[in-house]
């Protein structure tokens, strides 16, 4: 267990939150096989899995590390509860835990990224039941029926930097907007997109700049609002798909802000893309889907309360992000190493989307993604805030 970490959580202390495993911190005993740590300040002692997903977890380590991989990897509660042998609300509870300790540590380590390429998409799932199934006072409520998975994603990093839950809706895009310039670096990217009609409006919401109205003397009544203008440093272009019995039958492009030139010289320099297109996205539903039971098609495993979803989609994201290599991000090593035995040299080098964004040097493991600790003056900025707070907006970054 990493304890160069630790804090102390004593909030009354003088030395709360800061790491001191050596020096304010030392060993105390042993709870069972726990170390336990004393805080020479304060004088008070404490586990040393505080700050991890691991603290208060009475079953042994293995097991729910184990259980919270089943998660990750697309199983349902039931079924993961029947893997590592223990009952649908433990596991329950244990996905309520990680999901909140993996949203932490992505909000947490996404920030300050520079994206020069940005591809838009919705994914659809339901809560419940579906809309055409909901009575009149559930549709007035909002809790049940279609839920939209709004995603942003960086194909350069294959790195999903923001997500929204909710209604397809002009409010969720403009948040999908929101919490994609809050991780970044305020550098606007080049946007693609399908032919959604949300999508313009909140670009502009987000990133346009007002008209200047000029005050005409001897014009009577209220001056008209502003309208929000694009930047010429905003790029976006739309994949437009026409259909035909269900099926593509012609895909034509679309320049919706900036001009053809500015566009072009951008896919020249990109290190993915080569046309307008929504490709990477597109893989990236699948991979979604595969991973996260919730968002499957017509399985008994689709979320019944939303805030299930969140957690689970949190889980399945850090995972994906920090401890699942990605095939298509592999890199060559500059020197082939050594491996166990007569094998053959090692000459790949394994990466995540986390790696290929700068995040992290390497790839973690489960027990290194549960056992991060979150500085807790963040962590404390996020813990007020419920994480759903309805269909259309949640998760506000503080």
Request: with cysteine; aromatic share 10%; hydrophobic share 35%.
């Amino acid at each position: 267990m990493e304890l160069s970490t630790c804090y102390c959580p004593n909030q009354q202390c003088s030395y709360y939150g800061l790491p001191g495993f050596g020096c304010h911190l030392v060993r105390r005993g042993y709870d069972g096989d726990i170390p336990r740590l004393k805080c020479n300040m304060c004088q008070s002692t404490f586990s040393a899995r505080q700050g991890t997903t691991y603290f208060d977890i009475h079953t042994d380590e293995r097991i729910y590390t184990i259980a919270t991989r089943a998660l990750a990897e697309g199983n349902s509660l039931r079924g993961t509860g029947r893997i590592v042998g223990v009952d649908k609300d433990t596991v329950c509870d244990w996905l309520d835990k990680t999901g909140r300790h993996c949203r932490a540590v992505t909000t947490y380590l996404f920030n300050n990224l520079h994206m020069t390429e940005c591809q838009l998409d919705e994914l659809w799932s339901f809560v419940r039941k579906k809309e055409a199934r909901l009575s009149a006072l559930e549709k007035i409520l909002m809790m049940y029926g279609d839920a939209w998975v709004w995603l942003a994603f960086a194909p350069e990093w294959r790195l999903v930097p923001a997500f929204v839950i909710g209604k397809r809706v002009q409010e969720n895009a403009n948040l999908l907007i929101e919490r994609l310039k809050t991780v970044s670096c305020g550098f606007i990217p080049f946007f693609t997109s399908d032919q959604l009609a949300h999508y313009p409006n909140a670009l502009l919401n987000g990133y346009g700049v007002p008209e200047v109205v000029l005050d005409l003397p001897g014009k009577r009544g209220r001056k008209p609002k502003p309208k929000l203008l694009p930047p010429s440093n905003l790029l976006y272009a739309q994949v437009v798909k026409r259909r035909e019995g269900g099926r593509v039958v012609e895909i034509t492009k679309k320049i919706v802000f900036g001009d053809e030139k500015t566009i072009q010289t951008c896919l020249t320099a990109s290190t993915t893309s080569r046309t307008i297109n929504t490709s990477f996205v597109e893989r990236n539903t699948l991979t979604c889907r595969q991973s996260n039971g919730r968002l499957s098609r017509k399985v008994l495993s689709f979320s019944k309360d939303l805030t299930w979803m969140e957690k689970h989609l949190w889980l399945s994201l850090a995972y994906y992000h920090f401890v699942l290599p990605h095939s298509s991000l592999t890199q060559l090593l500059p020197e082939p190493q050594p491996t166990r035995g007569s094998g053959s040299p090692k000459k790949l080098q394994p990466t995540t989307p986390a790696m290929m964004a700068g995040i992290t040097d390497h790839v973690w493991t489960m027990e290194e993604l549960l056992n991060y600790r979150v500085p807790p003056d963040f962590r404390d900025s996020l813990a007020p805030q419920p994480i759903v707070h309805n269909l259309q907006a949640f998760h506000t970054r503080s």
